[in-house]
């Protein structure tokens, strides 16, 4: 099995799986035992390359630089969870996704600072022709629990990914998976084989300590746990009491939050509202954007070294993001547009008060929120676009964190499309990488080209709707090339109400 290249690892971080195409020829892979699909070599080089490796004990008593003391490394090796089997399930998620599989098969990012861990591991080997329905980045899901497969599919939360017989998909354990109807799949679990040491197929046996036996069961309950997935009263539990107490959980009130948008979230660092303005709202603010006030406000936004970098004339740039040939036509800005007099600003100050937006950035920030910026893009035919950008590998900035059962982060940005956007007719514009407010690794292209990542989304969409993206998702724009409207777009953003205090004013001394 070839190395895998960086951006193989970039995406598998990223989305929580990966194809590995003809890995067997069709004929092989139908007639394959069970055993032969989860030994195969190359899987077993894909598992290592990906998961595997060694981590550094970093403890001083390991490695103290005491002369004659080595540093300590743990190998990291997966062994088979559970036996082989088949995909007989359709159309449903294969995961067992009670918190507690999550724990023992799941992705982990915060054991340690300086990786990620991966407990678990799903292979699933295409037999015959299939299709594996896989939502992205759910690897990373912290809203329990996940819609349906249809309804993920409905809300545009998945991918479906196409398998010729003898290709396997390999996926994170808890990265939501499931066949397609028609699909013929071999499915293989293997687990780090450290973190829960035991026999073949069976794991944490205790009834080898017969000193339990002699406890009071009250007292063996706590020692040895109640079975799996009860309580101590012996209840069992249901996803949200295993979790952190959430906002989902606890609030009942009618403007509750709706928790398949939370989940969504969470899971793509994006949310689309369409429907936001109405006819008369988009005409309001386009017709102040076609008055002669607005045409003596605009202003290009300067080829800085950030969109242009090495390649002042575009060369070897990305056309995605790139001015017309032979142009250096720039994107155009209404700055500050809140600011601006009465009455071309009033369809812009529409903006800081409505109900359907403001009712998000009260659980995506805190009900404290603020409204911090407003801009408005004006951009022609052949214009510039910008590079990706925004994620904490590209310094310090707005950041994404799931705390308290609520997700947080330090700025939202809220993009207002005031005319339809389809890529199809040329136009450009917003592009998110869904996924990216949670990425552990950075991109694995220049900024000039790593806009053609198939990871990338243009965010396509009709007038009056309403794009909201933590500043951390990574983002760009997309040139625009359309000789019949210019790009309309507002941009303002919302972070928390953080305020330096006022100095105080230099006390006399007593
Ligand atoms: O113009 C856009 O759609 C995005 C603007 C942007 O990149 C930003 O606000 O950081």
Not at 51 to 59: I, Q
Not at 183 to 200: A, K, M, N, V
Not at 265 to 283: K, Q, T
């Amino acid at each position: 099995m070839a190395l895998m290249t960086e951006e193989q690892m970039w995406a598998f971080e990223l989305d929580g799986y990966i194809l590995l195409p003809s890995l067997l020829g069709a004929p092989a892979a139908a007639h394959a035992t069970p055993a032969a699909l989860a030994e195969h070599p190359d899987l077993l080089a894909a598992i290592d390359q990906l998961a595997g490796g060694e981590l550094p004990l970093w403890h001083r008593a390991a490695y103290d630089g005491t002369e004659g003391k080595a540093q300590e490394f743990h190998t990291i090796k997966f062994e088979l969870d559970r036996p082989p089997r088949r995909r007989t399930k359709e159309g449903q998620w294969a995961n067992d996704l009670t918190v507690d599989e999550q724990r023992r098969l799941g992705y982990d990012t915060t054991s340690r600072p300086d990786r990620v861990c991966v407990w678990g591991l799903r292979a699933l080997w295409a037999v015959g022709d299939s299709c594996v329905v896989v939502c992205p980045a759910s690897h990373k899901a912290n809203v329990q629990p996940p819609p349906s497969m249809a309804r993920a599919e409905e809300l545009g939360a998945t991918e479906r990914v196409q398998l010729r017989a003898g290709d396997c998909l390999l996926a994170v354990a808890t990265t939501l998976v499931g066949a397609a109807p028609g699909s013929s799949l071999q499915e293989c679990i293997f687990c780090d084989d450290t973190r829960y040491p035991g026999g073949p197929f069976g794991h944490g046996a205790t009834d080898v300590d017969s000193w339990l036996d002699e406890l009071t069961p009250a007292r063996r309950a706590l020692v040895a746990g109640p079975p799996r997935g009860l309580g101590h009263d012996g209840r069992p539990l249901s996803n949200e009491q295993q979790l952190a107490p959430s906002l989902l959980d606890v609030n009942t009130r009618p403007d509750a939050p709706n928790h398949e948008e939370v989940w969504f979230w969470d899971l793509r660092g994006y949310l689309v509202l369409p429907g936001v303005m109405d006819r008369e709202w988009l005409a309001q603010c386009n017709a102040a954007l076609d008055s002669p006030f607005a045409e003596a406000n605009r202003r290009p936004v300067g080829f800085s070294s950030s969109v242009v970098g090495e390649y002042p004339d575009y060369e070897g740039c990305s056309q995605t993001i790139a001015p017309a040939p032979g142009t250096r036509c720039t994107e155009e800005r209404v700055s500050q547009t809140w600011t601006h007099p009465p009455p071309f600003s009033d369809g812009f100050r529409r903006m800081i008060d409505n109900p359907l937006v403001n009712a998000r950035l009260k659980w995506m920030i805190d009900p404290g929120f603020v409204m911090t910026t407003c801009y408005t893009i004006v951009s022609r035919d052949g214009a510039a676009g910008q590079p990706l950008h925004g994620g904490w590998f590209y310094g310090a900035g707005p950041n994404y964190q799931f705390r308290d059962g609520q997700p947080r982060t330090e700025q939202v940005n809220i993009g207002w499309l005031l005319q339809d956007v389809e890529t199809a007719t040329g136009d450009g514009g917003l592009m998110l990488v869904p996924g990216s407010h949670k990425a552990r690794l950075p991109l694995p292209r220049p900024k000039q080209t790593s806009c053609d990542l198939p990871q990338v989304k243009h965010m396509q969409g009709v007038a009056g709707t309403v794009i909201m993206y933590p500043g951390t998702t990574t983002h760009g724009v997309r040139s625009w090339r359309n000789p019949n409207r210019e790009r309309r777009f507002v941009n303002t953003k919302a972070g928390p109400n953080i305020r330096r205090p006022e100095r105080e004013a230099a006390q006399p001394s007593p």
